[in-house]
């Protein structure tokens, strides 16, 4: 069965200051991943995409990386804001399938 | 701008109640979804639907039903609303080439009393 796991489960970083998210997956076979960010009581956006052959992203402050060996992805984001706070969401995807599955995601707060 | 409009943002029904979340999308997508969303538990599938009048189960659909009567709008329906089923619900359209990126309505939290 497919599997994300996201860590950390919640994060408190204050303004300015840097942070990575991580993702473990299981999908297979992989064709793409996404972060999504959600604010609250908002639905997910897209932030970037990642297919197999990338192993970089970047999208304004947030970077994603991805090893499609270890089934690893990272978000980076730089110089938080405090907009950044949100609920980020990775999502992977297994080819041939439109149904994607969802990590239950990282709760940022970014605190002034 | 591409748009998924859900009819209400809140809702409070009465335990038995009959509850419809209505979702119009205007991208012209095959697909929609219906997800339930739980603190600590993400997003879960109930039903998606690939063309109109077609349906599959989710993860978890029981005590929900659906219908897709015209492309740009899908609807969830609780026939008999209990209080577990107090949540956020979101749905979700996506283009038929797949795996695409999945565009988002704001949500329905609904409270069962």
């Known amino acids: 069965k497919n599997q994300v796991e996201q860590s950390p489960q919640s994060l408190i970083i204050l303004e300015g200051k840097n942070c990575t998210l991580q993702?473990?997956?299981?999908?297979?076979?992989?064709?793409?991943l996404r972060w999504y960010k959600q604010d609250t009581g908002r639905g997910p956006v897209s932030l970037t995409i990642?297919?197999?052959?990338?192993n970089t992203k970047s999208n304004g402050r947030y970077t994603a990386t991805l090893d499609a060996d270890t089934k690893q992805s990272s978000l980076h984001i730089t110089a938080s804001q405090l907009s950044d706070s949100a609920s980020y969401i990775c999502?992977?995807?297994?080819?041939?399938?439109?149904?994607?599955?969802f990590g239950r995601g990282t709760s940022l707060i970014v605190h002034p | 701008d591409v748009k998924v409009t859900q009819s209400s943002r809140y809702l409070v029904k009465r335990t038995g109640e009959k509850v419809f979340l209505e979702c119009v999308q205007d991208?012209?997508?095959?697909?929609m979804f219906w997800y339930r969303q739980d603190p600590g538990l993400g997003l879960r599938l109930i039903y998606f639907?690939?063309?109109?009048?077609?349906?599959e189960k989710g993860d978890i659909p029981e005590g929900y039903s659906v219908s897709r009567e015209k492309k740009e709008r899908f609807s969830l329906i609780l026939e008999s609303a209990s209080t577990n089923q107090t949540s956020m619900y979101l749905c979700?359209?996506?283009?038929?080439?797949?795996?695409?990126?999945?565009?988002f309505g704001e949500g329905s939290r609904l409270t069962v009393l």
């Open positions: 990642m297919t197999f052959s990338e």
């Open positions: 991208m012209d997508h095959e697909n």
């Open positions: 993702c473990n997956y299981t999908v297979s076979p992989f064709s793409n």
């Open positions: 999502v992977p995807q297994s080819g041939g399938s439109y149904i994607p599955t």
């Open positions: 979700a359209s996506s283009p038929p080439t797949g795996p695409g990126e999945l565009f």
């Open positions: 639907s690939y063309d109109v009048k077609m349906k």
